[in-house]
């Protein structure tokens, strides 16, 4: 069974409605209008896109709004992102499946079931190059550190508790997780683990952290990386990793895993390549010269996998462009 890497935006249901009303479908659409928003609590940033409907499984009005993670607020020069997706802008024909959950402004409101799929861009920021896929600001420009030691922390009770004797072994996974991304030769970027903190993710809070939560069950979604940054020059400003509590995670050093195991480290590498500010590289394995699977940012892993530990040819091109040494 293959499990997505990719983030799955799953946001809470409004309450009142019935079964038929969360059942998923898809939809494809052109964006008309986003409309970004901040929860003040945490600093994230979401969206309410506005999708003229070109194609639908269901019967919906002309015009749909979808909830969905990540956004620029200009006013802020603050942007947040999402697992390296793509931001959605005004002209993008998008597919995406959906549930619907209530109403906003009068119109049907959906949120995502899965990460969302742009089929034609008004621009063409996002174009993948050489097996790799950088990501840019709404205006073009690369998204990426400005410096090349980035500190970050493990909410360490979080992972004494899901873990108990093992913990130190999770936590070992994890910074080998980073350490993936320290060995190229031409690249200069480094990720340094600083200890434990009690701090949250994901929220805005001046802390680059990594800890376990509930995010959509066994099965499903294994990690999610976010990332705020300023939309005037690109500049990441802090990142935050969630790893999925329900899965059941290996955290063995030997790179044999257990068939029914999520290799952890592997998980851990693909999470801190989307902090690094690299994207998906396709899933259709005829793109990059048939080698697209081999590359740890490929947005799915099976269980038992532990080859995403090290980084490959597109992963070293991409941190090589980014961050490359003087």
């Given at each position: 069974?293959?499990l ?18 969360t059942m998923?479908?898809?939809?494809v ?11 003040v ?22 015009v ?72 840019r ?38 910074t ?5 991304w320290?060995k ?26 990594v ?10 979604t ?21 790893f999925d ?18 290799d ?39 269980k ?17 462009r ?5």
């Amino acid at each position: 069974m293959l499990l997505v890497l990719a983030v799955l935006l799953i946001l809470s249901p409004l309450a009142g409605f019935n079964k038929e009303s969360t059942m998923p479908f898809s939809l494809v659409g052109i964006v008309s209008r986003v409309k970004p928003f901040m929860d003040v609590r945490t600093g994230v940033i979401y969206s309410y896109v506005y999708l003229s409907v070109r194609e639908s499984e269901v019967k919906l009005p002309q015009v749909v709004v979808v909830k969905v993670l990540g956004g620029e607020i200009p006013e802020l020069d603050l942007g947040f992102g999402v697992d390296g997706q793509p931001l959605i802008g005004e002209g993008d024909l998008i597919k995406v499946t959906v549930v619907i959950i209530g109403e906003y402004e009068g119109k049907t409101l959906l949120k995502p079931k899965g990460q969302i799929e742009v089929i034609t861009y008004k621009t063409k920021f996002d174009t993948p190059e050489s097996c790799y896929r950088l990501i840019r600001t709404g205006s073009g420009k690369l998204i990426k550190w400005r410096r090349k030691r980035i500190p970050f922390y493990i909410n360490i009770k979080n992972v004494k508790k899901l873990f108990k004797k093992n913990s130190k072994a999770a936590i070992k996974r994890i910074t080998e997780g980073a350490l993936a991304w320290d060995k190229p030769e031409g690249a200069h970027f480094h990720l340094r683990y600083k200890g434990g903190k009690k701090a949250k993710a994901p929220k805005r809070d001046n802390k680059n952290v990594v800890m376990f939560t509930k995010i959509d069950g066994k099965g499903g979604t294994l990690g999610i990386a976010y990332y705020w940054y300023e939309i005037s020059t690109g500049k990441i400003l802090e990142a935050d990793t969630i790893f999925d509590r329900s899965e059941k995670w290996y955290v063995g050093k030997s790179k044999k895993v257990p068939s029914d195991k999520v290799d952890l480290a592997s998980v851990a590498a693909h999470e801190f390549g989307h902090w690094a500010a690299l994207g998906h590289v396709p899933r259709n394995p005829k793109k990059c010269g048939g080698t697209s699977k081999l590359n740890t940012m490929y947005p799915e892993i099976s269980k038992g996998d532990s080859k995403y530990r090290d980084i490959y040819v597109g992963d070293l091109n991409g941190i090589k462009r980014l961050y490359p040494k003087p």
